[in-house]
Each structure stands twice: as structure tokens, then as C-alpha cells.
């Protein structure tokens, strides 16, 4: 199995590093992911310029663009692949948050030619360590094996997002749900003559049984999400 990685964090990126730990045994692994941060560019993609493709060594490659230009450059560049995987997001992709992720929106882009894809992000009310993104590993590792069993129909993809527990919590219960439309708060405060975002994350309205409510709850959210009409393979 050929299997892509990339993310909306950059190359260096811890989260990164987890999945690629994570896939490291279940085939022929590459990576690439964007040279710098790219969060929250959505699905964007760069026609208006030359992407610059950085070879890292040992299957990995940096790219000056953004987590759907990584992809689409990847299938053009370097082949066929079975499954394009993202993540491990630094930070929540609950709820609305789908549709400007560009960890996500990296395996729509994938399902949108006929790939199987998968995004991972994880949920923070403190600062991630060590801990937490070996055991992110460990988790991702536990649902791509099970995914990859499961009937996966075209334009299928599929978000997870870990919550924030501590190390004495355990492992916790693994929960397919659907996303949380609640809205983002509204909230932004006057600052050098604009309006900066201050909406809380954490006190986000969280609709019962939703991804949101199962991941601040301390469970795995699960989605299961869909292009608006499949492409034939």
C-alpha cells in the first residue's frame, strides 16, 4: 500500500512526526507537507505561480503551497497512491471548523480523485507534549487499521479528532458521531484600528452527541464525511 501523509503545520511539525511513526508498518510511507504553517487556509489551492518541491530525503518533500497544493503535487509527481492521510493537527477541527482546515481539507482533496483519505487533529486546552503525541500515534495507528477494514465507498473521508486528557486518564472510548453546525462565537475586540477574533474555542456551544460534546467530554470523535456527489473512479 502507498500511502501519503501531510499536513497544515508544516514539515516539522510534532504532529507530523506521529502519524508518520503510526503508518511507518503499514507500507510505502510518503510524505509531503508544506514548508511553513499553512492553518486555516481551507482548500486552497496555487495556480498563479510555480510550487517549489524540496526534497527532504528518505520519501519526504517540502512544498511552498498549501495542504490541497501537497496532494494534488504528490499524485502528479509521485504517483498512485491508496490512502492520503492528515494530521496530527496541533489544535481541534470539531464542527464547522471542517470548512476552513486545511488538514482536512487535504483528504477531500484526495476523495475528490477517487482516494481514500483521513484526517487526524488533536484537541488542546493546554499545551501538547510528548505524551500526547505518542499516544496520538498510537490511537491513529488503532483507527486507520480499523478503517481500512471497514467498506469505504468513493467520496467517503474521514475526520478524528483526539481530545485533551491527561496521561493517568487511559485510553479513551472511540465514538462515530456527526459534526456539531453550531456556529463559532462571534466575539472580536477592537485592536490597532481593526477587529481581532477573540472568540474562546473551549466555550464553544457544543450540541449533544455531536463531534464537539464527545471530544471536550474526553472521547475520540469520529465523522464520517462525504463529497456532495462521488467522482467514478
Known amino acids: 500500500m502507498r500511502i501519503l ?17 503510526a503508518t511507518a508498518s503499514m507500507g510505502e510511507v ?22 517549489r518541491l524540496d526534497d527532504r530525503g528518505g520519501n519526504r518533500f517540502s512544498l511552498d503551497g498549501a495542504p490541497a497544493d501537497c496532494v494534488r ?3 502528479h509527481k509521485l504517483g498512485e497512491f491508496d490512502l492520503v492521510v492528515a494530521g496530527v493537527n496541533s489544535g481541534g477541527n470539531l464542527g464547522v471548523d ?24 488533536h484537541y488542546r486546552n493546554r499545551s501538547l507534549d510528548d505524551a500526547d503525541w505518542g499516544r496520538a500515534s498510537n490511537w491513529t495507528e488503532t483507527l486507520l487499521a480499523q478503517f481500512l477494514r471497514e467498506d469505504w465507498p468513493d467520496g467517503l473521508f474521514w475526520n478524528v479528532n483526539f481530545p485533551c486528557l491527561a496521561e493517568s486518564d487511559g485510553t479513551p472510548e472511540m465514538v462515530r458521531c456527526e459534526l456539531d453546525h453550531s456556529p463559532l462565537p462571534l466575539e472580536f475586540r477592537a485592536e490597532d484600528g481593526g477587529y481581532r477574533y ?20 474526553g472521547r475520540i470523535a469520529v465523522s464520517a464525511l462525504r463529497l456532495a456527489a462521488a467522482p467514478g473512479r
Do not use: K, M, W
Open 73 to 75: 503535487v504528490a499524485l
Open 98 to 121: 471542517v470548512y476552513h482546515s486545511g488538514t482536512v481539507a487535504a483528504v477531500r482533496e484526495a476523495a475528490l480523485h477517487g482516494v481514500r483519505g483521513a484526517a487526524f487533529s
Open 198 to 217: 477573540s472568540g474562546s474555542y473551549q466555550s464553544r456551544r457544543r450540541a449533544p452527541g455531536g463531534d464537539i460534546d464527545v471530544c471536550f467530554g
Open 5 to 21: 501523509l501531510t499536513n497544515d503545520d508544516g514539515i516539522d511539525a510534532p504532529g507530523l512526526a506521529a502519524l508518520e511513526r
Open 30 to 51: 510518503f510524505v509531503v507537507a508544506p514548508h511553513e504553517e499553512q492553518s486555516g487556509c481551507s482548500h486552497r489551492t496555487t495556480t498563479e505561480r510555480p510550487l
